[in-house]
């Protein structure tokens, strides 16, 4: 249980944030519910169970981090934990046809945010004397590739260096820093893009390819999230946890690894084409 502590969880206005938000609620926290979209982070707050402040923000300006950290404490005093998820896919251009301000946005939003996010946390940390715990969301594109959403796939492999520097930073001040790396989780981010190759219209068809067999629900990595800012992980740290079905483990060249089944005519296509 997290009674008595204080939470900020960032891109909370639905999917992975706002079931972050109801579970940290749930489980006694004090909740600071923080999304570019103010109207949904409003909605979100007035539903959880527990003491609830909805702030918008833009989490790559550094002015709206150290407002809604803030907030955070008017309202209620500290802040121990810190779910670092607010994120965007970015265009699923091809390589050649991405812009380097497209390019500029994702990274903006998906890895200056969170570490804004991380260093607004140690800031605090340092003034309450230590403890605390962080859990920044990374994602299967932090540790794999595929030929798009390029951008998006760069700021996710660069969360998890800066998760691993700050856990060796916050070690011993006794401040745990972790990831969680969702798999195939339907929400409204890739839902948006329905009608790319890659986005809503197909997760569910992709999500049968993996060795569970069916997509993630934004609950079942709202639990992880939860448990890794407890005391339960009291020695979980510098770690990222896959909650993906077991996409991780797959071998794509072989049968058997589901996603090896996938027609890649077109793609071997274009690249004769290029040749």
């Keep these: 249980m997290l009674e008595g502590k204080v939470a900020v969880v960032t891109g909370a206005a639905g999917g992975i944030g706002a079931a972050s938000a109801r579970r940290l609620s749930d489980e006694g926290a004090s909740v600071v519910v923080v999304d570019l979209d103010q109207d949904g982070a409003e909605k979100v707050a007035a539903e ?17 981090v150290e407002r809604y950290t803030q907030v955070a404490l008017d309202r209620f005093g500290r802040l121990d934990l810190h779910h670092l998820n607010a994120g965007i896919t970015g265009p699923f251009a091809e390589l050649p046809d991405l812009s380097v301000a497209e390019f500029d946005h994702v990274m903006g939003v998906n890895l200056r945010g969170p570490f804004l996010g991380v260093r607004a946390a140690f800031r605090r940390f340092q003034v309450q004397g230590g403890g605390g715990a962080i859990v920044i969301t990374a994602s299967i594109a932090s540790l794999r590739g595929s030929h798009d959403l390029l951008a998006y796939q760069t700021s996710k492999h660069g969360v998890l260096g800066l998760m691993r520097g700050a856990a060796m930073y916050g070690g011993p001040m006794g401040v745990r820093v972790n990831a969680v790396a969702p798999g195939l989780v339907p929400t409204g981010l890739f839902t948006a893009a ?33 448990f890794l800012l407890s005391d339960g992980a009291a020695y979980v740290h510098g770690e990222v946890v896959s909650v993906d079905g077991g996409s991780a483990i797959v071998s794509t060249v072989r049968p058997s690894g589901g996603a090896g089944a996938w027609d890649t005519t077109a793609v071997d296509r274009r690249g004769k084409e290029n040749a």
């Design 48 to 64: 959880l169970p527990g003491p609830a402040v909805a702030v918008g923000a833009d989490v790559s300006r550094e002015e709206d």
């Design 194 to 226: 329905k009608d790319e190759s890659g986005g809503g219209n197909d997760m569910l068809q992709r999500g049968t390819t993996v060795p569970l067999r069916r997509t993630g629900t934004p609950d079942e990595i709202a639990s992880v999230v939860a």
